[in-house]
Structures are given as C-alpha cells and as structure tokens.
C-alpha cells in the first residue's frame, strides 16, 4: 500500500511540475485580449460568414497562433480604421493588428511591435485611365483609406491632391466613379488585385486595374500596436519572430496574399 501511494504522490507531482512547466511555456496563459481591428482590409481581416470567430484574414490566423503559443484567449473589437489609435489610448483595446503601419506621428501616443510583414503598394485606377506609374499621379486626385499611411503617400506626390474615405472598398468605388473628381486610389498590393476581380461592370467586365507603385514609394510594412508601455509588447514580438522562423509566418503570407 506504502508503494502504491508513494508512486501516486510521484505521478501526481510529475503531473503538476509538467503544468507548471506548460503554464511557463505560455506566459498570457489565464487572460483574455481585446483586439482591435478595422474588418474591411480584404485579405488581411474581413468579415467571415463560416469562421467560428466571424473574422478572417493574415491577421485573423496571426491571432489565431499567437492565441495557441501564448495561451491567451481573445476578443476582436470592430472599428472603424481611424478610431484604432484611440482605442488603445482609452484603454479599449489590448492590442490592434489591422494592417496597420509604423509611423513616427502614430508611436509618439503608441508602441509598435517589430515588422511581421512586407507587402507592396499597388495603386488601383480605371481600365480606361493612362495612369500606370507613380510619376503619372501628380497633380492628380488621389484617395485612399482614411487614417492609412497611404495618406502620407499621396501627400508626398508633387501636386497631388488627398482625397480619403471609410474602407478599401470605399476606395475602389470612388476611383471606379471618379467620385470627388478622383482618378486613383492606393491600397495593399493584394487589395488592389482583390478590387480588380470583384469590382465588375453590369456585362461582367472589370472596372478597375491595378499597378504596383514604384520609384518615389516604399513597401507596406505592417506592425500590432499597443498602448504606451504595455508589457505586451516584448512577448508578443517574441511570438512574431517565433512565427518568422518556424516558416510559420510566411506560409500564412503565401496563403492569403499571394
């Protein structure tokens, strides 16, 4: 009988310090997030009518391995793009990843995680338009997202005028309507070709094509931003380079954006 408890208080023991082991595996384990996003970034998060979290996208999967390799469970919290920023301010979010970027003006009221992915800029225009490069846009009404580093962008084109609205399907309307007297409008490469095979005239024809911006741009390089000194911020890169070098990441890159 001595044995038998004595090889009961042994697995017992074994069995609490691989728990304990597990739950330092998973440093978030036990909290529930508050994630942030804007769901009209096609292909990075959209509203989904078959995943069980209503969402998905790069970034809905991004949450997904990072919920599993930290431990933590999640709650999204839709917004508009433009009111993201503030949620972290107000303490309404945990955290936002919505293909947002890192800019000067954004980390002097929030902190960034490292880059987890590099896509480039396309530029969507009429299939008529003659406009097919970065030099082609001065002096030109261009529109993109508001609140997006597109704006940025746009500003810095010699005479180009800014025109923004709510969406990357806002965008692809006006460019295709000339709303506003706007002729092209800049989104994520993926999302330019998305707005080009699904924004289709009455006979089934495309209304917009696209072009990868060169020259004078730069990439889009997207990054999770968190409220000013949240200890988050060092886990959570520690989970994007964990992603990076499993090959994790970039096999999620491929399935949604390419």
């Not at 970027?101 to 800029?121: C, G, N, P, Q, W």
């Not at 005479?159 to 002729?183: E, I, M, P, R, W």
């Not at 999770?224 to 959570?236: C, D, H, T």
């Not at 990076?244 to 890159?253: C, F, L, N, P």
């Amino acid at each position: 009988m001595k044995k038998l408890f004595a090889c009961l208080l042994a697995l017992t023991l074994a069995f609490l310090c691989c728990t304990a082991l597990a739950e330092e595996a998973k440093p978030l384990a036990g909290k529930t997030l508050k994630i942030a996003l804007s769901p009209d970034f096609m292909y990075f998060e959209t509203v989904s009518e078959t995943d069980p979290c209503g969402y998905e996208g790069l970034d809905i999967d991004i949450i997904k391995a990072m919920s599993d390799m930290l431990g933590f469970d999640f709650e999204i919290v839709p917004m508009s793009f433009s009111s993201l920023i503030g949620a972290l301010q107000t303490g309404d979010a945990d955290f936002v990843i919505s293909g947002m970027s890192y800019t000067d003006e954004r980390a002097k009221v929030v902190d960034f995680s490292m880059t987890y992915v590099t896509t480039d800029v396309g530029c969507v225009v009429p299939v008529a338009s003659s406009i097919a490069t970065y030099d082609d846009l001065k002096n030109q009404i261009v529109c993109c997202s508001q609140g997006t580093t597109y704006e940025l962008l746009i500003e810095g084109i010699e005479g180009a005028t800014l025109k923004t609205y709510q969406g990357q399907a806002a965008v692809g309307t006006a460019v295709a309507q000339g709303s506003d007297g706007v002729v092209a409008g800049l989104t994520s490469i993926n999302g330019s070709k998305k707005l080009s095979n699904t924004m289709l005239n009455a006979d089934g024809t495309p209304m917009l094509k696209y072009f990868v911006l060169e020259g004078e741009s730069v990439a889009d390089q997207y990054n999770i931003a968190f409220p000013k000194g949240s200890e988050l911020v060092p886990v959570i890169n520690e989970a994007i380079q964990t992603l990076i070098d499993s090959g994790k990441m970039d096999e999620m890159v491929k399935y949604w954006l390419y």
